[in-house]
């Protein structure tokens, strides 16, 4: 099975702008999906497909891709943006197996 | 509304069994893939297995495959996980979700369901 990549930890100051990425070759070949966790509940979609947002979710919230690198940005950090985020994708291996990122926790400063 | 709400976590010695279910509202069930996924204690998010629309093609991460069935019933709404010789390392948050097939996401998420596998 394929693994996608993810930084462990970033920090941003309260109002700037923050990338996430997920690096993994099935990125060459399928979309990813992010995931935003607080503490105690369950995951939230945020940007899945190209770059869409569920409705909801803020604008300030946007995906990207290119190559085998997937990135979630926050533009304008919030204080409630502060969460754990996961990438999704399909397993190279197959397009009916998914597999998720190893995980950002992202702490606004 | 869409809700998934699932049941049938809690404590199990090793090498046990149980089975959890996922009651599904608000959204036409059989329209859609449905996904488990876990999340071990202070882990992350970890993709289990799925089924189609119809129950006719069922996958597995590797780790669970033999022991780990997902099956599912439209008529009642229900998706369901029977999990077989359960080993320590499958003590987890287990979440039932929505699958969108087309833009691979996952876009509704069940609340979880405790499972602890320990003696």
């Known amino acids: 099975s394929s693994e996608l990549t993810q930084d462990p930890a970033v920090s941003v100051a309260l109002g700037q702008t923050v990338r996430i990425t997920c690096q993994g070759d099935s990125l060459r070949s399928y979309y990813a999906s992010w995931y935003q966790q607080k503490p105690g509940q369950a995951p939230v979609l945020v940007i899945y497909g190209k770059n869409n947002r569920p409705s909801g979710i803020p604008d300030r919230f946007s995906g990207s891709s290119s190559g085998n690198t997937a990135s979630l940005t926050i533009t304008g950090a919030q204080a409630e943006d502060e969460a754990d985020y996961y990438c999704?994708?399909?397993?190279?291996?197959?397009?009916?197996?998914?597999?998720f990122g190893t995980g950002t926790k992202v702490t606004v400063l | 509304e869409v809700q998934l709400v699932e049941s049938g976590g809690g404590l199990v010695q090793p090498g046990g069994s149980l089975r959890l279910s996922c009651a599904a509202s608000g959204f036409t069930f059989s329209s859609y893939w449905m996904s488990w996924v876990r999340q071990a204690p202070g882990k992350g998010l970890e993709w289990v297995a799925n089924i189609k629309q119809d129950g006719s093609e069922k996958y597995y991460v590797d780790s669970v495959k033999g022991r780990f069935t997902i099956s599912r019933d439209n008529a009642k709404n229900s998706l369901y996980l029977q999990m077989n010789s359960l080993r320590a390392e499958d003590t987890a948050v287990y979440y039932c979700a929505r699958e969108r097939r087309s833009v691979v996401a996952h876009d509704y998420w069940g609340q979880g369901t405790l499972v602890t596998v320990s003696s």
């Open positions: 999704n994708s399909r397993d190279s291996s197959g397009n009916h197996v998914y597999v």
